[in-house]
């Protein structure tokens, strides 16, 4: 537990974003078309970046992954992103608070589910919301609500169950939701909760114990972003994604229709 909380706390979000943006601007070419993504889409979305430059030859993405509310805060800061490829809804509207998105390009692409998983080989019997409750439960991860939206997702639900304050008496924050699935995968905590989509990816490590409700849907929205100096490739990125072709590479993932 001491072992997650130091790197709990070399990851607060700020220093976090400032670091990550500046190590990315280094890494990206001004004729790369980057698309800044959600964790949760990492397979599915290098998966739609090489469908997309195999149409496109000449074209390279370079994808940039993390939670949506640091990528969102990378690219206030100024960070190179053409597309920003958000897990909810709140983070993409910072952004557009912000100013920094191209509003009018704005298009829901995917939608996902909620999901408490554990290790594929727990012992103990978890198959409500109600059960974390157990003494033999002592570690629950799940991303940081201030900066994670499956973290909002998460604590919504929770509260509206009524178990928020119990779960997250035993919370261990994730910095993103592939932090929390390997907490998890690894053992170091008795549950957490991710997206089904992120569940799927290490079914030999993880197995699903609940089916979490949602209170809000938990849909994916995507947008080009208004300082792109690519601004055709990213249109056309984002076109691909919601084509038919774009749609089938997101299914075979495990995302819904939004």
Not at 80 to 92: C, L
Not at 161 to 174: F, I, P, R, T
């Amino acid at each position: 537990m001491q072992s997650i909380r130091r790197k709990i706390v070399k990851m607060l979000f700020v220093p976090a974003a400032g670091m990550l943006c500046l190590a990315f601007s280094a890494s990206a070419q001004a004729a790369d078309l980057v698309v800044s993504a959600a964790s949760s889409l990492t397979d599915a979305f290098k998966n739609v970046a090489q469908a997309y430059e195999a149409k496109n030859p000449g074209t390279k993405i370079v994808l940039n992954f993390g939670a949506s509310d640091v990528l969102m805060q990378q690219i206030v800061n100024g960070a190179p992103a053409d597309v920003f490829a958000s897990a909810d809804q709140t983070a993409m509207d910072k952004a557009v608070g912000e100013k920094v998105i191209a509003a009018a390009t704005r298009k829901d692409f995917a939608a996902n589910q909620i999901v408490m998983i554990v290790p594929s080989d727990s012992k103990l019997n978890l198959s409500t919301l109600q059960d974390l409750n157990q003494p033999g439960v002592k570690r629950i991860a799940y991303g940081n609500p201030a900066s994670v939206p499956v973290g909002r997702y998460t604590k919504s639900a929770l509260e509206t169950a009524g178990q928020w304050d119990a779960v997250s008496a035993k919370g261990v924050l994730a910095q993103n939701v592939r932090q929390a699935l390997d907490y998890v995968a690894r053992g170091e905590v008795e549950a957490g909760f991710v997206f089904a989509t992120d569940a799927a990816i290490m079914a030999d490590k993880v197995k699903v114990a609940v089916r979490v409700p949602a209170t809000t849907p938990v849909t994916y929205p995507i947008a080009m972003v208004a300082g792109s100096k690519q601004q055709s490739q990213a249109a056309g990125f984002i076109a691909y994604v919601l084509s038919p072709a774009g749609q089938d590479i997101l299914a075979k993932y495990g995302f819904l229709k939004p």
